[in-house]
């Protein structure tokens, strides 16, 4: 067999797998290196997708600004009313006393401020008139964070004492007193209470330096030294 008829049979020997398959052939794999880069720039979208954003926090002047509750109290304002009485020979004098006392809030148990009063005088035929009072007072708290809060306290200061002039008798007195209290405070809200009291005050009125022409009726010239009184009170911090 010639070189020319060699030619054909090789061309035969080549097409024959193709047409075994019954089909075309298949199509040529692509490049290895781009069926890799198609994982890869899925998974670099994938990362580049935007996070959630944060939660965002409390807008305008809440942020950063402390709560009414947790501001420093500057003092403290208490207001009192209540009733007393003093023996007289002359017979009881009655008082009316409303106060106002101020002081520094203070912390823990201890309670100091300064104490202000008038009290209105009457009850005998010759008491009615007019007392004053300047002092300063401390107090005790027992439990001062609780509901109930007893408490004790101390005061002591000056005080003017005035009864109508009768013949002879002196301008108002000048003395001085001593004041023990026992109460119980009830916690309305925070930093304000409200209470009553029990007190007991050694006085002295004062005595006129010559008693010569002064009526012998004159209350105050036999006035006992002990003072016995109730009342209510109410304050708070601010």
Not at 69 to 84: F, H, I, Q
Not at 106 to 130: L, N
Not at 140 to 149: C, E, I, Q
Request: glycine share 16%.
């Amino acid at each position: 067999m010639g070189p020319r008829a060699a030619a054909p049979l090789a061309l035969v020997a080549l097409s024959a797998p193709a047409c075994a398959g019954g089909g075309p052939a298949a199509a040529p794999a692509a490049p290895p290196g781009r069926v890799a880069a198609e994982p890869a720039a899925s998974s670099g979208r994938a990362a580049a997708a935007p996070a959630a954003p944060p939660a965002a926090g409390p807008a305008g002047p809440e942020r950063g600004v402390a709560s009414r509750s947790t501001l420093p109290r500057l003092g403290r304002l208490n207001a009192y009313g209540g009733v007393a009485q003093i023996a007289s020979g002359a017979g009881a004098i009655v008082l009316a006393p409303l106060g106002v006392e101020i002081g520094p809030a203070g912390v823990g148990r201890e309670e100091i401020a300064a104490a202000i009063e008038g009290a209105p005088a009457f009850g005998c035929g010759r008491c009615k008139g007019f007392r004053a009072r300047l002092g300063a007072v401390l107090r005790v708290h027992l439990a001062p964070r609780a509901r109930l809060d007893p408490w004790a306290g101390l005061g002591a200061g000056g005080q003017l004492f005035a009864l109508p002039r009768q013949a002879g008798t002196p301008a108002p007195l000048l003395g001085f007193h001593h004041t023990l209290q026992f109460g119980l405070d009830l916690g309305l809200a925070p930093g304000l209470r409200a209470g009553a009291f029990v007190t007991g005050s050694l006085q002295a009125h004062g005595r006129p330096i010559d008693k010569k022409g002064i009526d012998p009726a004159w209350p105050l010239l036999d006035a006992s030294p002990l003072e016995l009184g109730a009342g209510l009170r109410a304050g708070g911090l601010f």
